[in-house]
C-alpha cells in the first residue's frame, strides 16, 4: 500500500526529470503503483478501515470459551451467538475461528477448520464448469 511518503517522494523524483521507468527503483514500489500514483494527481487518503470483526468483538470471549470448550464447527458456534444476539455474518465468524486456531496450533502447525461449505461449492462449481448439471429432460431415460 502506497502511503503519503511514498507517494510525495515519487512526486518529488517526478518534477526532479526521473523517468517513470526509473521511479520504480528510486522509490522501491512497483511499477504500477506508480504510474497509478502519478496518474492519480493527489496522496492517498488518510481514511482508517472498519475495524476486523467488528460486529464479533462483543462475542469473541464465547467463542473463545466455545473454542477451548472443543466446539470447533462454526454452525453450531454461529448458532450459540445468534442466540445471543449476534447479527453478522458466519463468514467473519469462520474467518476468527480460522485465525484462532492458526494461532493457538504454531508448535503443532496443524490447524482444523470447517470446510464442509468449500467442498460443497468446489464440486458444484466444479460440475457447473463441466456440464454436469443438466435439465430433467436431458437426464438419460427421462421421456
Not at 460443497?120 to 443438466?134: D, P, V, W, Y
Given at each position: 500500500?502506497?502511503?503519503?511518503?511514498?507517494?510525495?517522494?515519487i512526486?518529488?523524483?517526478?518534477?526532479k526529470?526521473?523517468?517513470?521507468?526509473?521511479?520504480?527503483?528510486?522509490?522501491?514500489?512497483?511499477?504500477?503503483?506508480?504510474?497509478?500514483?502519478?496518474?492519480?494527481?493527489?496522496?492517498?487518503?488518510?481514511?482508517?478501515?472498519?475495524?476486523?470483526?467488528a460486529?464479533?468483538?462483543?462475542?469473541?470471549?464465547t467463542?473463545?470459551?466455545?473454542?477451548?470448550?472443543?466446539a470447533?464447527?462454526?454452525?453450531?458456534?454461529f448458532?450459540?451467538l445468534?442466540?445471543?444476539?449476534?447479527?453478522?455474518?458466519?463468514?467473519?465468524?469462520r474467518?476468527y475461528?480460522?485465525q484462532?486456531?492458526?494461532?493457538?496450533?504454531?508448535?503443532?502447525?496443524?490447524?482444523?477448520?470447517?470446510?464442509?461449505?468449500l467442498k460443497?461449492?468446489?464440486?458444484?462449481?466444479?460440475?457447473?464448469?463441466?456440464?454436469?448439471?443438466?435439465a430433467?429432460?436431458?437426464?438419460?431415460?427421462?421421456?
Open positions: 500500500m502506497l502511503t503519503q511518503e511514498d507517494y510525495w517522494m512526486q518529488e523524483l517526478h518534477t526529470g526521473s523517468t517513470k521507468a526509473t521511479l520504480p527503483s528510486a522509490s522501491g514500489v512497483h511499477t504500477t503503483t506508480v504510474r497509478r500514483a502519478l496518474k492519480r494527481g493527489r496522496p492517498p487518503s488518510r481514511t482508517r478501515r472498519r475495524e476486523r470483526y460486529k464479533l468483538k462483543p462475542y469473541v470471549a467463542v473463545d470459551k466455545l473454542l477451548r470448550a472443543g470447533f464447527n462454526a454452525v453450531v458456534i448458532r450459540e445468534q442466540a445471543l444476539g449476534y447479527d453478522g455474518k458466519i463468514r467473519v465468524l474467518a475461528i480460522f484462532a486456531l492458526a494461532a493457538e496450533s504454531t508448535a503443532t502447525k496443524t490447524v482444523m477448520i470447517d470446510s464442509t461449505h460443497a461449492h468446489r464440486t458444484a462449481a466444479s460440475l457447473l464448469k463441466k456440464g454436469g448439471f443438466r430433467a429432460s436431458d437426464a438419460p431415460g427421462a421421456g
